[in-house]
């Protein structure tokens, strides 16, 4: 299964804008790229996902390198509800859930 | 759009005792799937279903677990003779196709003592 990579932890300040970045350098062409996140005590919670385009939606904005080996999940205005754990998976028929980053907003 | 439900939310078990989780997927939804998660850990994968069709197990999936979706709706995940080892939250997630969008549930907690 394809791996992803993620820093630990990223820290921000509330209204500020947060790119979470990901390498998938073992993508394949038919691999989703999906992010996740997890708030404590809860399942995880869908934000976004693509192929190959930068997608939109009213969570976030993906942004996919054009080798695709790399793509970044970005929050455009912090708040203190999206401090969570953030997961980027490559999803072909299942989700292979690394560590994820631990994302601190700060008030 | 009800949602995923898991049923119960908590359980706590003996060592050795059997349990059973249910989950109830979103109505259209293809494929089901089961995942485990430790204190500190991202979800791992156990099985997956397409239909009543169990398509992939886990080697995380020991001979004391199994699962079953007899009629292609709702999941039972089964485990035997518990241990310590065992305790994790066990969720539950579908989706209609392949790649696409998963939906979780809220998990079942287990705590074996």
Known sequence: DAKTTQPNSMESNEEEPVHLPC??????????????????????????????????NRMASLAIAEDRKSSTLILHRATLRDAAVYYCILNTDKLIFGTGTRLQVFP | DTGVSQ??????????????????????????????????????????????????????????????????SFSTLEIQRTEQGDSAMYLCASSQLAGGRDYFGPGTRLLVL
């Open chain 2, 7 to 72: 049923d119960p939310r908590h359980k706590i078990t003996k060592r050795g005792q059997n349990v059973t989780f249910r989950c109830d997927p979103i109505s259209e939804h293809n494929r089901l799937y089961w995942y485990r998660q430790t204190l500190g850990q991202g979800p791992e994968f156990l099985t997956y279903f397409q239909n009543e069709a169990q398509l992939e197990k886990s080697r995380l999936l020991s001979d004391r677990f199994s699962a079953e979706r007899p009629k292609g």
């Open chain 1, 23 to 56: 390498n998938h350098s073992t993508i394949s062409g038919t691999d989703y790229i999906h992010w996740y996140r997890q708030l404590p005590s809860q399942g995880p919670e869908y934000v976004i996902h693509g192929l190959t385009s930068n997608v939109n």
